[in-house]
T-cell receptor, first 113, second 118 residues
Framework: AQKVTQAQTEISVVEKEDVTLDCVYE???????LFWYKQPPSGELVFLIR????DEQNEISGRYSWNFQKSTSSFNFTITASQVVDSAVYFC??????????WGAGTKLIIKP | GAVVSQHPSWVICKSGTSVKIECRSL??????MFWYRQFPKQSLMLMAT?????????EQGVEKDKFLINHASLTLSTLTVTSAHPEDSSFYIC??????????????FGPGTRLTVL
């Protein structure tokens, strides 16, 4: 069965600092998908990225970047030059064979001005 | 991206009453929708999978007679919390799969409904 670990419960940084959110997953599937979602204080989950396991190229989207390491089963998320608006809970979620997302505990990110 | 709406966004009710929450896919059809609940400072917990035209599939430990799900059309699923009690107070979120503008299948989420049972 799929499992995901987000070991960092809460991270607090000062605005403009870079911050990396860790995600380690377990799977027996040879092909799988991984997602990151952001949940700001309003509560609405916002889709950030979907990664296919067969594509190991890292992705960058503006200040956001993702480092996928299949060998270590990690899919870490980095925010460069963080901003107060980045404050939210971030979830890493692998997709299981039933097409359901498996949710980690989430990492609460606090960006201080 | 695809839009999923929920109504109401929040509701306060007395213990023993029933509450209906609607989830709509606004610009796409969803044969399957998902219902989650989230307690404060916790992760999402899948309650059930709502299937258009058939019975919902409930996760282990979720009372199907307590949480009634109806997926009557390709754009609407409803969750009714029957005889609500204070322990049912939670944040309820629905979601559905859709294809994003970049052609990626993604699960989109509604804004959530905060239920408070007095």
């Amino acid at each position: 069965a799929q499992k995901v670990t987000q070991a960092q419960t809460e991270i607090s940084v000062v605005e403009k600092e870079d911050v990396t959110l860790d995600c380690v997953y377990e799977t027996r599937d040879t092909t799988y998908y991984l997602f990151w979602y952001k949940q700001p204080p309003s509560g609405e989950l916002v889709f950030l990225i979907r990664r296919n396991s067969f594509d190991e190229q890292n992705e960058i989207s503006g200040r956001y970047s993702w480092n996928f390491q299949k060998s270590t089963s990690s899919f870490n998320f980095t925010i460069t030059a963080s901003q107060v608006v980045d404050s939210a809970v971030y979830f890493c979620a692998p997709l299981d064979s039933n097409y359901q997302l498996i949710w980690g505990a989430g990492t609460k990110l606090i960006i201080k001005p | 991206g695809a839009v999923v709406s929920q109504h109401p966004s929040w509701v306060i009710c007395k213990s023993g009453t029933s509450v209906k929450i609607e989830c709509r896919s606004l610009d796409f059809q969803a044969t399957t929708m998902f219902w989650y609940r989230q307690f404060p400072k916790q992760s999402l917990m899948l309650m059930a999978t709502s299937n258009e035209g058939s019975k919902a599939t409930y996760e282990q430990g979720v009372e199907k007679d307590k949480f009634l799900i109806n997926h009557a059309s390709l754009t609407l699923s409803t969750l009714t919390v029957t005889s609500a009690h204070p322990e049912d107070s939670s944040f309820y979120i629905c979601s559905a799969w859709a294809t994003s503008g970049r052609g990626i299948d993604t699960q989109y989420f509604g804004p959530g409904t905060r239920l408070t049972v007095l």
